[in-house]
């Protein structure tokens, strides 16, 4: 059991911290409290925002001689409640947000090392200025920062070609639990010393540690780029489109992201300005994005001759290549928006999933079919990385009924389904987005034990008083 943080606790992080980074003032910690979905609500006493890594060594070691519980917050954008405070208010939120400088980059190492708060946008923009580019993108660019980054392992949109955070971070700077500062930063590429404390924090959600930097590997800057979108009949259609493509183009493919009818539906609806790209409605989309390297031909050409040789095999209906680079980004904004508009819809379900990429297809129409039989009305929203084996699918509440309150009753038992079947297809219930507070007894229900009893002595050992970001990820011992 963590402790309720004292006055004098909270008078001495005051004075540590100063009027930058430390405040009572319920304005300012408000809108920290509530995740982006609304799903969830917590309350905190204070808002800790140091200004470097010895501030957070220092708030670390008070709240842990305290037993006082600390939820580290980058830009809030988790989509499983991952970075909200407990509901009993005993926790102090350690937001990384002032941390936002960029240390270093050097072209000639490919290395970016930048601090837990800056925004991955401004990783992009820096890559980009010193002629690199940072390859991982998602949909909260502009407010998803390096440290939650990290410690959710985030994917996002070009995963099937650079993978996920944990091949892009080569090394970190965390202040353990015990107060310490692990000081990992590296430009290494190979460093082979035994357990490697880098693979431990990515990916834990922030319960063994505060990530406060990460040396980031860049890659060369693209000579060309080309986005297309093409419409087709299945997932099935769209996974051998992928093959057929790659077969011709290969390595030059970096996102192929699948887009049912209904989710573009759903971005037509809410999103102003957005419009449908083929002059037909399909059941199913893709948006291709493929790079050509410097002094390569024109990626557009060839991805347009690419997609031409699929389609008279019967690989797509219909397809379109961006012509511009605006264009492009209104192709991207159709993908990028369907959380956005799916929230504007009403609340749905989430499911972050992966199973073998080959059985994806059969499984999004198996599952889908298996729920709307159980929940006559139930809609699912299956999206996204297809490519990686990870779609999220999604559930809303059948039209004409009360969602939050069909989400209260039924939501749980929908889930527990979906993950059941997902773990019976031999995948996983949690893709990209973490476990956070909303998967965790799901967690420790469906996980295997041997693996969830690692973890849990994992966790016993660096933060035995279970300061850092508890209720999250493990939860009741196992
Ligand atoms: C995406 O792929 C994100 O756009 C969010 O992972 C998915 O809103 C979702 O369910
Ligand atoms: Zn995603």
């Avoid at 943080?5 to 920290?32: A, K, Y």
């Avoid at 400088?101 to 290395?111: A, E, G, L, W």
């Avoid at 291709?288 to 699929?310: H, M």
């Amino acid at each position: 059991m963590n402790s309720k943080p004292s006055e004098s606790l909270l008078e001495d992080l005051d004075s540590l911290l100063g009027p930058r980074g430390f405040t009572r003032d319920p304005r300012d910690i408000e809108p920290w409290l509530t995740d982006w979905r609304g799903r969830y609500r917590g309350q905190s006493p204070a808002l800790l925002s140091p200004a470097n890594a010895r501030d957070v060594q220092a708030i670390v070691s008070r709240c842990g001689a305290a037993g006082v519980a600390i939820v580290p917050q980058g830009g809030n954008t988790s989509m499983v409640g991952g970075a909200t405070p407990p509901a009993h208010g005993g926790a102090l939120i350690l937001s990384l947000r002032r941390m936002n400088r960029i240390r270093s980059i050097s072209s000639s190492d490919n290395v970016l090392t930048a601090e837990a708060g800056v925004i991955l946008a401004h990783v992009h923009d820096a890559a980009v200025q010193a002629r690199r580019r940072f390859p991982l993108s998602l949909a909260a660019k502009g407010s998803a920062t390096v440290g939650g980054l990290v410690s959710t392992n985030a994917g996002g949109t070009q995963v099937l070609r650079f993978g996920p955070m944990r091949s892009l971070v080569l090394g970190i700077e965390a202040v353990l639990p015990d107060g310490s500062l692990y000081e990992g930063l590296s430009a290494l590429r190979k460093d082979n010393r035994g357990y490697d404390l880098r693979e431990l924090l990515i990916g834990a959600e922030g319960t063994l540690g505060v990530v406060t930097a990460a040396s980031l590997r860049l890659v060369s800057a693209p000579g060309s780029r080309a986005v297309a979108w093409a419409g087709l009949p299945t997932p099935q259609v769209a996974l051998d489109l992928l093959r057929d493509l790659e077969r011709q183009i290969g390595e030059a493919i970096e996102s192929f992201e699948l887009v049912p009818a209904n989710a573009l539906a759903l971005v037509l609806r809410h999103i102003p300005g957005a419009r449908a790209p083929l002059v037909a409605l399909h059941p199913w989309n893709v948006l291709i994005e493929t790079v050509a390297p410097e002094g390569a031909s024109d990626a557009a050409e060839s991805l347009g001759g690419a997609l031409g040789n699929s389609l008279e095999q019967g690989l797509a209906t219909d397809a379109v290549v961006a012509a511009s680079e605006s264009q492009a980004e209104a192709l991207w904004r159709l993908r990028e928006s369907i959380s956005e508009a799916e929230r504007a819809d009403g609340p749905a379900l989430k499911h972050d999933i992966s199973v073998p990429v080959s059985a994806m297809p059969q499984f999004i129409e198996a599952a889908r079919h298996a729920v709307t039989e159980r929940h006559d009305g139930a809609r699912v929203i299956a999206f996204g990385h297809l490519g990686d084996g990870n779609v999220h699918f999604n559930v809303q509440a059948p039209r004409e009924t009360d969602a939050a309150a069909w989400l209260t009753s039924e939501g749980p038992g929908v889930s527990s389904f979906i993950y059941d079947m997902v773990t019976a297809a031999g995948g996983s219930i949690s893709a990209e987005h973490g476990i956070g507070q909303m998967k965790a007894d799901e967690y420790r229900r469906t996980a295997p034990v041997t693996r969830l009893n690692v973890q849990h002595a994992i966790k016993a050992a660096l933060d035995p008083r279970n300061i850092m970001n508890p209720g999250k990820l493990l939860v009741h011992g196992n």
